[in-house]
């Protein structure tokens, strides 16, 4: 298992900088990819970075997820660095406190705490042309850097809809990435609004304590078995004394779940994959009532695909009701649906979700012709190889548009942007360049050819609305296909593809100030 390590605090771990401080990299964000960056500058020598972090501890999204049963779906051993494996993981799919424990043990042990700069949300970053070089405006003051790394990951806003009389419920209301743990649920009536990935795993967590759950469903999401189970300690022995074979295990669950792109690319593989998952319901939920609520009427893959073996056995109990009708109205103790039915409610939790093609982050990065990245992108975010934005130079995003997987770990895909990311900053040294910018023309052309794999897809043809989708009906979202030409992509950083000159020497920003 891995050691304990203490919560760092701004106080405690951050070092003290004068305001108006310059780096070379400004890194946002402190979850796996603002680390993984981290580590890989301090690994090629470059000390000269920091990493700023609007909480007061490090962790991202596995900080602030903390509600009841909150763990991973993507297999432990695949979901941490390849680079930085962990013999110790308890269980086969890792839970919330063990990643949380990784990443601040790996931030540790690779000299990164005292990098990161907590209480420091950046609330503005813009490009200035003359001194080429990011300003960034942040809560703890302001720097510039040569370089910008986004790091901030999608699933960090909170997505809460706008429902009718919300703001005049008396009770307590939070999302599931803000959970109030000094709200005891116990004999209360709660309204759960959501069926998503943190709902299917709370849901059972609070059904006991709860004297009602009322769970409030739009679209029955497709749940297959999780099959977890606790790693033995000869396992964990194996994996400390003979780490290569962790890592052959850990291949082997990389290609094994590759295959599951097949059926994202292929919606006829995907049907016949369904009949099995169905299978897995009727087991589950012998009533054929509630088995027709929970039934997906669209092709599986087109919305997240969950995974459980307690979700469905919860819902079966006396005191869970799913409502399938839409929500009228909240009034201050109750929910009204669109059939007429008001349900009295004493707290309500919200499961709905992130912020993920309408990145509040984007609203904040403002370019070389003073427009943002969120009014450039316009509802619809585009970026070559998800990692650079014509207009943007010198600026860097980790799981940028297009870099999700629906079918393999995240991790995968951070690996390889930052290793293009480094190759970027090593052609900005070698051809003594002080300014890097993707081409207008290699973007568009990259992006392209994504938009040309996706008809044919379950995102085209499932029928149905997901967080994949953005408001111009695109996938932004997820890379389409497998998982590893993306890294064959990435292996190396292509300068043809950009435009690298060099900083404006100083007399002509003299001369334009003058």
Same mark, same amino acid.
């Given at each position: 298992?891995?050691?304990?390590?203490?919560?760092?605090?701004?106080?405690?771990?951050?070092?003290?900088?004068?305001?108006?401080?310059?780096?070379?990299?400004?890194?946002?964000? $402190?979850?796996?990819? *603002? /680390?993984?960056?981290?580590?890989?500058?301090?690994? &090629? =020598?470059? +000390?000269? %970075?920091?990493?700023?972090?609007?909480?007061?501890?490090?962790?991202?999204?596995?900080?602030?997820?903390?509600?009841?049963?909150?763990?991973?779906?993507?297999?432990?051993?695949?979901?941490?660095?390849s680079f930085a494996q962990n013999p110790g993981w308890s269980r086969s799919?890792?839970?919330?406190?063990?990643?949380?424990?990784?990443?601040?043990?790996?931030?540790?042990?690779?000299?990164?705490?005292?990098?990161?700069?907590?209480?420091?949300?950046?609330?503005?970053?813009?490009?200035?042309?003359?001194?080429?070089?990011?300003?960034?405006?942040?809560?703890?003051?302001?720097?510039?850097?040569?370089?910008?790394? $986004?790091?901030?990951? *999608? /699933?960090?806003?909170?997505?809460?809809?706008?429902? &009718? =009389?919300? +703001?005049? %419920?008396?009770?307590?209301?939070?999302?599931?990435?803000?959970?109030?743990?000094?709200?005891?649920?116990?004999?209360?009536?709660?309204?759960?609004?959501?069926?998503?990935?943190?709902?299917?795993?709370?849901?059972?967590?609070?059904?006991?304590?709860?004297?009602?759950?009322?769970?409030?469903?739009?679209?029955?999401?497709?749940?297959?078995?999780?099959?977890?189970?606790?790693?033995?300690?000869?396992?964990?022995?194996?994996?400390?004394?003979?780490?290569?074979?962790?890592?052959?295990?850990?291949?082997?669950?990389?290609?094994?779940?590759?295959?599951?792109?097949?059926?994202?690319?292929?919606?006829?593989i995907m049907r016949a994959q369904q009949r099995l998952v169905i299978g897995?319901?009727?087991?589950?939920?012998?009533?054929?009532?509630?088995?027709?609520?929970?039934?997906?009427?669209?092709?599986?893959?087109?919305?997240?695909?969950?995974?459980?073996?307690?979700?469905?056995?919860?819902?079966?109990?006396?005191?869970?009701?799913?409502?399938?009708?839409?929500?009228?109205?909240?009034?201050?103790?109750?929910?009204?649906?669109?059939?007429?039915?008001?349900?009295?409610?004493?707290?309500?939790?919200?499961?709905?979700?992130?912020?993920?093609?309408?990145?509040?982050?984007?609203?904040?990065?403002?370019?070389?012709?003073?427009?943002?990245?969120?009014?450039?992108?316009?509802?619809?975010?585009?970026?070559?190889?998800?990692?650079?934005?014509?207009?943007?130079?010198?600026?860097?995003?980790?799981?940028?548009?297009?870099?999700?997987?629906?079918?393999?770990?995240?991790?995968?895909?951070?690996?390889?942007?930052?290793?293009?990311?480094?190759?970027?900053?090593?052609?900005?040294?070698?051809?003594?360049?002080?300014?890097?910018?993707?081409?207008?023309?290699?973007?568009?052309?990259?992006?392209?050819?994504?938009?040309?794999?996706?008809?044919?897809?379950?995102?085209?043809?499932?029928?149905?609305?997901?967080?994949?989708?953005?408001?111009?009906?695109?996938?932004?979202?997820?890379?389409?296909?497998?998982?590893?030409?993306?890294?064959?992509?990435?292996?190396?950083?292509?300068?043809?593809?950009?435009?690298?000159?060099?900083?404006?020497?100083?007399?002509?920003?003299?001369?334009?100030?003058?």
């Amino acid at each position: 298992m891995l050691n304990e390590v203490q919560s760092p605090g701004a106080a405690d771990h951050a070092e003290d900088h004068a305001p108006g401080e310059h780096v070379r990299v400004a890194i946002v964000g $402190s979850g796996f990819s *603002g /680390l993984a960056m981290g580590a890989a500058l301090r690994d &090629a =020598g470059i +000390e000269d %970075f920091a990493i700023l972090e609007r909480a007061d501890d490090l962790g991202g999204t596995w900080r602030d997820n903390t509600y009841p049963g909150c763990a991973c779906d993507v297999p432990s051993l695949l979901y941490s660095y390849s680079f930085a494996q962990n013999p110790g993981w308890s269980r086969s799919f890792s839970p919330q406190p063990e990643i949380w424990a990784y990443l601040r043990e790996f931030a540790e042990r690779r000299g990164l705490v005292a990098r990161i700069r907590f209480g420091h949300e950046v609330l503005r970053s813009a490009w200035d042309e003359d001194e080429s070089r990011w300003r960034v405006e942040t809560a703890g003051g302001t720097l510039t850097a040569d370089v910008l790394v $986004s790091a901030t990951g *999608g /699933l960090s806003e909170p997505s809460v809809p706008a429902l &009718a =009389g919300l +703001e005049s %419920f008396t009770g307590p209301t939070f999302h599931s990435a803000r959970w109030d743990h000094d709200h005891d649920l116990a004999g209360e009536r709660v309204a759960v609004i959501g069926t998503g990935a943190s709902a299917i795993q709370f849901v059972p967590q609070i059904q006991p304590r709860a004297a009602q759950v009322h769970l409030f469903q739009r679209t029955a999401p497709w749940v297959v078995p999780r099959r977890d189970r606790a790693l033995s300690d000869l396992e964990h022995r194996l994996y400390a004394r003979v780490p290569w074979l962790q890592s052959a295990m850990r291949g082997a669950i990389f290609w094994g779940r590759e295959t599951f792109a097949l059926g994202l690319m292929h919606p006829r593989i995907m049907r016949a994959q369904q009949r099995l998952v169905i299978g897995h319901l009727h087991r589950q939920v012998p009533d054929p009532a509630l088995r027709a609520k929970l039934t997906p009427d669209y092709v599986m893959g087109c919305k997240r695909i969950l995974v459980s073996d307690d979700y469905y056995p919860s819902l079966r109990r006396d005191n869970v009701e799913v409502v399938t009708d839409g929500i009228a109205e909240v009034r201050p103790r109750s929910i009204l649906t669109t059939d007429g039915t008001e349900r009295e409610v004493d707290a309500i939790i919200f499961g709905t979700g992130f912020q993920v093609t309408e990145m509040p982050a984007a609203r904040r990065i403002v370019g070389r012709d003073g427009r943002s990245l969120g009014e450039v992108w316009d509802g619809s975010a585009r970026a070559y190889k998800g990692s650079a934005v014509a207009g943007f130079p010198n600026l860097f995003l980790l799981t940028g548009p297009n870099t999700g997987s629906g079918h393999n770990s995240i991790v995968f895909f951070i690996e390889s942007q930052v290793r293009y990311v480094m190759g970027a900053l090593r052609a900005m040294d070698e051809r003594g360049a002080g300014v890097v910018e993707v081409r207008p023309e290699a973007q568009a052309a990259y992006n392209r050819e994504i938009d040309a794999r996706m008809p044919g897809t379950v995102w085209s043809a499932g029928g149905c609305r997901s967080w994949y989708l953005d408001r111009t009906g695109r996938n932004s979202t997820l890379w389409p296909g497998f998982s590893y030409p993306f890294r064959r992509r990435t292996r190396r950083f292509d300068p043809e593809r950009y435009t690298l000159r060099a900083r404006r020497p100083a007399v002509a920003r003299e001369a334009v100030g003058a």
